[in-house]
Each structure stands twice: as C-alpha cells, then as structure tokens.
C-alpha cells in the first residue's frame, strides 16, 4: 500500500530563515501533491498543488517541488515569521476519476521563533 | 458568508451510544468528505460522497455511517460499533481537487 511519511520531529527555526520541510512516499508516484497547514484544533487549509509534470511551484514566500525519481517533495517557506508556526501536511493525491482519495502524512510542526 | 459548519465543536458520549456529527456547507460543491485525526496521525478517510444520494466507503468505515440526501448535508454517525471513537473529526468539500475543511468536531467518549 502506499506510504508517505513527514518528518515527526518538530522543525525549529528562526526568524527570517528559510524552512525546509520533507514529504517522502513509497511506491507509485501520485497524480498530484498537494500540502495544507494545520493550526491548532482547526481544519487544514488548502496551500499548493503540484502535480507530477511539474517540478516547482511557487505562491508568495512559499516554493514546492516534486521530484517523482526520488518520491519526494519538499516545501519550503521563505523569509519565515512567528505567524508560520503550524503543522503542514502533505497530500497525495491518488484520484483515478473527478473524486476520490488522499492520502495525508503526519505532518511536520513547524516553530518559528522570534 | 460561504462556508463549512460542523456541529457540535465538542461532544461527549458515554459508551455504547450513538451519535451524529452535523456537516453543512453553502459552497455548492458536489464531492464532501469525512476524515478521522488522531494526535500524531495524519487525517484518515471514513467516507465519501461524489454526489447526492451516493457515498463510498473510505479506509476506516467499519463503525460508522452516512448519509447525503441534500448537496448542502453530510452528517456522521459514529455507531457503538465503532471501538475507539475518541478523536477529532474533519469534514471537508472539494472543488478542482482543492480540499476545503470545516472547523471540526473533537468527539470524546466518556
């Protein structure tokens, strides 16, 4: 079955640093892969898609890569800030129709300090 | 103001006992999805529905149950079948496979 894995550990950072968080996944590439920031006791919020054909995408401070040799993207924030702090999720997208399934990972926290 | 509202925001229920989580949304969206997160986990998908009056079970169906008799409702039954009922329950629509989540239901039982 398909596995994806985030680093468990939190990511500690400081202010004005660039975060690197890993998203890693076993056997057959997605479709697309998508990540979401999490905050406390609240739902996920939709940040970026890449799909497979595409190696880099970019929305403001943040940048996501897809790299289907590796099974592996990475996201990165840029400039980062105390208001970044939350868990981000990774998304495989593993639809075969209009509809279907992802499969998220664990998610990374990410601490940015001021 | 367009949304998704999930009911009650916390919930108790003794052992044994059923019990249904609300889903609403006013985005129009056609596919509605439920996931289970447990601390430490990712979300897990419980069911989905693509469209009114058709639903599909997802990775973690045994124990629960749903319906979709208007586009706009998706409620979650969490029967007592269901052995570790205690986590936090997602609600999400999808639109151009972007998902949207509601705010969430922390489901405890007592």
């Known amino acids: 079955s398909q596995k994806i894995e985030q680093n468990s550990e939190a990511l500690n950072i400081q202010e004005g640093k660039t975060a690197t968080l890993t998203c890693n996944y076993t056997n057959y590439s997605p479709a697309y892969l998508q990540w979401y920031r999490q905050d406390p006791g609240r739902g996920p919020v939709f940040l970026l898609l890449i799909r497979e054909n595409e190696k880099e995408k970019r929305k403001e401070r943040l940048k996501v890569t897809f790299d289907t040799t590796l099974k592996q993207s990475l996201f990165h924030i840029t400039a980062s800030q105390p208001a970044d702090s939350a868990t981000y999720l990774c998304?495989?997208?593993?639809?075969?129709?209009?509809?279907?399934?992802?499969?998220f990972g664990q998610g990374t926290t990410l601490q940015v300090k001021p | 103001d367009g949304g998704i509202t999930q009911s009650p925001k916390y919930l108790f229920r003794k052992e044994g006992q059923n019990v249904t989580l609300s889903c609403e949304q006013n985005l129009n969206h056609d596919a509605m999805y439920w996931y289970r997160q447990d601390p430490g986990q990712g979300l897990r998908l419980i069911y989905y529905?693509?469209?009114?009056?058709?639903?599909q079970k997802g990775d973690i169906a045994e124990g629960y149950s749903v319906s979709r008799e208007k586009k706009e409702s998706f409620p979650l039954t969490v029967t007592s079948a269901q052995k570790n009922p205690t986590a936090f329950y997602l609600c999400?629509?999808?639109?151009?496979?972007?998902?949207?989540f509601g705010p969430g239901t922390r489901l405890t039982v007592l």
């Open positions: 529905s693509q469209i009114v009056n058709d639903f």
């Open positions: 999400a629509t999808e639109l151009y496979n972007e998902q949207f």
């Open positions: 998304a495989l997208d593993m639809r075969t129709g209009n509809t279907g399934k992802l499969i």
